[in-house]
Nanobody, 115 residues
Framework: EVQLVESGGGLVQPGGSLRLSCEAS????????MRWARQAPGKGLEWVSV????????WYADSVKGRFTISRDNAKNTLYLQLSSLKTEDTATYYC????????RGQGTQVTVSS
């Protein structure tokens, strides 16, 4: 069974930083591209960042480019998202998703940016 478990969310002030983690199991993590997506209250799902299986090719939404960094540790079956220079509009539930093959998504971790 494919499982994706996110952690690392929380309440942070504008300008602050957080690191999200996603532990994967039930599939060969190093074979698949992975993605972070987010959903703000009352809005649709937005793709935030994508990384290929080897970790050397990445993509970012314009809204987070230069502030967020996606990475992965295939030895630990873990996907990361470093969030920096956070803005109030980054407030959302952040999801880890399997970007290739059979779709899978974690339960999400809440990020709230507020003073």
């Amino acid at each position: 069974e494919v499982q994706l478990v996110e952690s690392g969310g929380g309440l942070v002030q504008p300008g602050g930083s957080l690191r999200l983690s996603c532990e994967a199991s039930g599939f060969i993590f190093s074979n698949y591209g992975m993605r972070w997506a987010r959903q703000a209250p009352g809005k649709g799902l937005e793709w935030v960042s994508v990384i290929n299986s080897g970790g050397d090719i990445t993509w970012y939404a314009d809204s987070v480019k230069g502030r967020f960094t996606i990475s992965r540790d295939n030895a630990k079956n873990t996907l990361y998202l470093q969030l920096s220079s956070l803005k109030t509009e980054d407030t959302a539930t952040y999801y880890c998703e399997k970007a290739q093959g059979q779709y899978a998504r974690g339960q999400g971790t809440q990020v709230t940016v507020s003073s």
